[in-house]
């Protein structure tokens, strides 16, 4: 059964960081692109970075570039969101997604296998 499973989320005053990890079980993340979510109450589920299977290609939200990393250890078979100066307006549960598509779009309907999230809250 091919599951995903964030986590490293929690309460982070502004400025500061968070590393999410998505780890899988029962499938290798390096055949698959690999894209990170939020969804903020009240809002739409936004991109916030996606990288290509095997490799290479990413993509940022404008709101995060220069600031998120995203990034892939094959040898855990794990996918990491390093989240730099963090901002109130980050605050969301971030979710990480795959798929067999070979594309680093942030678009959520290219994604068929979701993680059930994790909660980043900035706040002072």
């Known amino acids: 059964q091919l599951q995903l499973v964030e986590s490293g989320g929690g309460l982070v005053q502004p400025g500061g960081s968070l590393r999410l990890s998505c780890v899988a079980s029962?499938?290798?993340?390096?055949?698959?692109?690999i894209g990170w979510f939020r969804q903020a109450p009240g809002k739409e589920r936004e991109g916030v970075s996606c990288?290509?299977?095997?490799?290479?290609?990413?993509n940022y939200a404008d709101s995060v570039k220069g600031r998120f990393t995203i990034s892939r250890d094959s040898a855990k078979n794990t996918v990491y969101l390093q989240m730099n100066s963090l901002k109130p307006e980050d605050t969301a549960i971030y979710y990480c997604?795959?798929?067999?598509?070979?594309?680093?779009?942030?678009?959520?309907?290219?994604?068929?296998?979701w993680g059930q999230g994790t909660q980043v809250t900035v706040s002072s």
């Open positions: 997604a795959a798929t067999k598509r070979s594309t680093y779009f942030c678009s959520g309907s290219l994604y068929d296998y």
């Open positions: 029962g499938f290798t993340l390096d055949y698959y692109g």
């Open positions: 990288i290509r299977s095997n490799g290479g290609s990413t």
